[in-house]
Nanobody, 117 residues
Framework: QVQLVESGGGLVQPGGSLRLSCAAS????????MYWVRQAPGKGLEWVSG????????NYADSLKGRFTISRDNTKNTLYLQMNSLKSEDTAVYYC??????????WGQGTQVTVSS
């Protein structure tokens, strides 16, 4: 069955970095656009970034440009999110999601990122 498993979250100080990973299985990973979406405490879902099938087209929420970098390795069926210069407002649960047609049809379980001194 389709599985998306995030890892790499944790506690980091402001200004620090983390690299999130999302291991995909049960489907042809290289056939789908993939996304990162986050949910801060008490808030709704926020789109973070997306990447095309081949990885040559990426997009980011305006507030995150220059700090976050999305990438993928289709040989390893893995999606990544490099997060630099982290701020307290980046504290959230981060989810990877598969895009199919008009919606995110599969989600991982999420990984917690906490930015605090």
């Amino acid at each position: 069955q389709v599985q998306l498993v995030e890892s790499g979250g944790g506690l980091v100080q402001p200004g620090g970095s983390l690299r999130l990973s999302c291991a995909a299985s049960g489907f042809f990973f290289s056939s789908y656009w993939m996304y990162w979406v986050r949910q801060a405490p008490g808030k709704g879902l926020e789109w973070v970034s997306g990447i095309s099938i081949g990885g040559d087209n990426t997009n980011y929420a305006d507030s995150l440009k220059g700090r976050f970098t999305i990438s993928r390795d289709n040989t390893k069926n893995t999606l990544y999110l490099q997060m630099n210069s982290l701020k307290s407002e980046d504290t959230a649960v981060y989810y990877c999601a598969r895009w199919k047609t008009y919606e995110y049809d599969k989600w991982g379980q999420g990984t917690q990122v906490t930015v605090s001194s």
